[in-house]
């Protein structure tokens, strides 16, 4: 992949200005935004406060279909916080150079999908006071949780994947956080100082900081491909028709990376036209990022392939019925999703000028996310509604709660993101400045040699 270069012509202290423009004092838009999210947060927290107090007969959910938006909303949320931290530690290991600018962004999608995904099962539960039956201790009963419920490995994927993915971003960030504080003044020094935890740049501090980053890197790859894995032995664990399959694990995967890497897509475009950052993720970047995810769109697209060749070629009767059942009830989105997830990226992607154009990638980003979601929605209401037994054959249906909790749960990631951006460096500034170290050229008499900076 092509290499990325530093805006020419700036000296250090504007670099570093721009780079940290996202803590600069909010504009009235920025309250309004938040404010505008806030309200839509609380809206959400009053359907799950109605459903509280009266109970799941306000959803949809019903037999045959137990399982319904919210479970979509648990899956889909897992798997966009699947490419965060996955692709920047991939880029990282990789050292490829063009990732410096990506990073803070990838990161901090992570945390905040792990943590509003992890909030659904708890939702889903119905008592949900109950929660802590999830969590796997020896009660005053001597009842130890039931090791064999989807829930308990839901419970423990996620709390080992939203602790190590915290502890991914913090790492990443502790020299901007000291680069922070010595440009700050008031509660923000006080807040980076903690946080920065008294980081000089010592050779001694640089040297374990890219030891540790490495480790981190290589050691929550595993986790979150394991975490994803899990969410899908969920499903494949049963003998629910659609459902039954060996395949879904590397599907439930590729296709969390898809999702994953479309919604990094996203954040890239809109973080660059808030902050003004042009001159540091530039087309370059969305011509690689567009390459990479054109290599998951052709995976998807082989996995999906699989899935629906082996129930055709196979025909087994009731596999073949659930197949059928959503392709005549659910067509539209059927075909929606298929357009959106392969034929739009694969066809828009595979020319440069295309990939390398903000508006086609956010247009292509923005409907692969659409379609896994609906994907997500495919996979778990039609294999539900026609289980086994015919007799108890349904349909499902979301109410405004549902709806409305699916709401919330979006305005409340989004709130959590703009409060992050603006609260802390939103680009990676010493990844960056790392990148100008590297390429500068040293003066030595009358020579100019380059710099003896370890190249990548």
């Known amino acids: 992949m092509s290499e990325p270069t530093l805006p020419a012509a700036k000296n250090s202290s504007q670099l570093n200005d721009e780079m940290l423009s996202s803590l600069r004092t909010p504009t009235w838009s920025w309250y309004a935004l938040a404010l505008f999210l806030g309200a839509v947060v609380a809206w959400g927290l009053y359907a799950f406060g109605y459903m509280l107090t009266t109970d799941m007969s306000c959803t949809g959910l019903n037999r045959p279909v137990m399982w319904g938006v919210y479970i979509v909303n648990f899956v889909f949320w897992i798997g966009l916080s699947h490419s965060g931290t996955m692709v920047s530690a991939i880029l990282r290991l990789s050292r490829a150079n063009w990732r410096r600018p990506i990073l803070r962004a990838a990161e901090a999608m992570t945390v905040f999908?792990?943590?509003?995904?992890?909030?659904f099962p708890l939702i889903h539960l119905g008592r949900n006071w109950v929660f802590f039956y999830l969590i796997p201790y020896p009660n005053q009963r001597g009842l130890w949780p039931n090791f064999r419920s989807a829930l308990l490995w839901d419970a423990t994927a996620i709390f080992t994947y939203i602790?190590?993915?915290?502890?991914?971003?913090?790492?990443?960030?502790?020299p901007d956080l000291a680069v922070a504080r010595?440009?700050?003044s008031g509660w923000r020094f006080k807040l980076y100082s903690v946080l920065a935890m008294g980081w000089r740049g010592t050779?001694?501090?640089?040297?374990?900081?890219?030891?540790?980053?490495?480790?981190?890197a290589a050691l929550i790859i595993p986790v979150a491909v394991s975490v994803h894995s899990i969410v899908a032995w969920d499903f494949a664990v049963t003998v629910i028709p659609g459902w039954h399959s060996t395949i879904f694990p590397p599907y439930f995967v590729i296709g969390a990376i898809h999702s994953g890497i479309a919604a990094v897509i996203t954040l890239m475009i809109i973080i660059r036209r808030v902050f003004h950052l042009e001159d540091y993720l530039t087309p370059l970047h969305f011509d690689n990022m567009g390459k990479l995810l054109l290599v998951i769109a052709l995976l998807w697209s082989y996995a999906y392939f699989v899935e629906v060749q082996t129930t055709w070629y196979a025909h087994e009767p009731i596999e073949w019925e659930v197949f059928s059942f959503m392709a005549d009830k659910y067509a539209f989105l059927l075909l929606l999703m298929i357009f959106a997830n392969s034929v739009l990226p694969i066809v828009a992607?595979?020319?440069?000028?295309?990939?390398?154009?903000i508006g086609v990638m956010l247009v292509v980003s923005?409907?692969?996310?659409?379609?896994?979601?609906?994907?997500?929605?495919?996979?778990?209401?039609p294999s539900l509604s026609h289980k086994n037994m015919p007799f108890v054959w349904g349909t499902y249906r979301p109410t405004w709660v549902e709806l409305s909790v699916t709401?919330?749960?979006?305005?409340?990631?989004?709130?959590?993101y703009t409060?992050?951006?603006?609260?802390?460096?939103?680009?990676?500034?010493?990844?960056?400045?790392?990148?100008?170290?590297q390429k500068s050229v040293v003066t030595l008499g009358r020579t100019r040699l380059q710099s003896i900076a370890e190249k990548e």
């Open 349 to 357: 992607l595979c020319f440069k000028r295309l990939r390398r154009s």
């Open 113 to 119: 999908t792990v943590a509003v995904g992890g909030l």
């Open 407 to 416: 709401a919330g749960a979006f305005a409340g990631f989004a709130l959590m």
């Open 366 to 381: 923005v409907l692969i996310n659409v379609g896994m979601f609906i994907e997500r929605f495919l996979i778990i209401v």
């Open 203 to 216: 050779a001694r501090e640089w040297a374990i900081f890219h030891q540790a980053s490495t480790l981190m």
């Open 163 to 174: 602790i190590g993915s915290s502890l991914f971003l913090y790492l990443g960030m502790l």
């Open 419 to 437: 409060l992050f951006a603006k609260c802390f460096p939103m680009v990676s500034v010493t990844d960056v400045r790392e990148l100008e170290a």
């Open 182 to 184: 010595d440009r700050s």
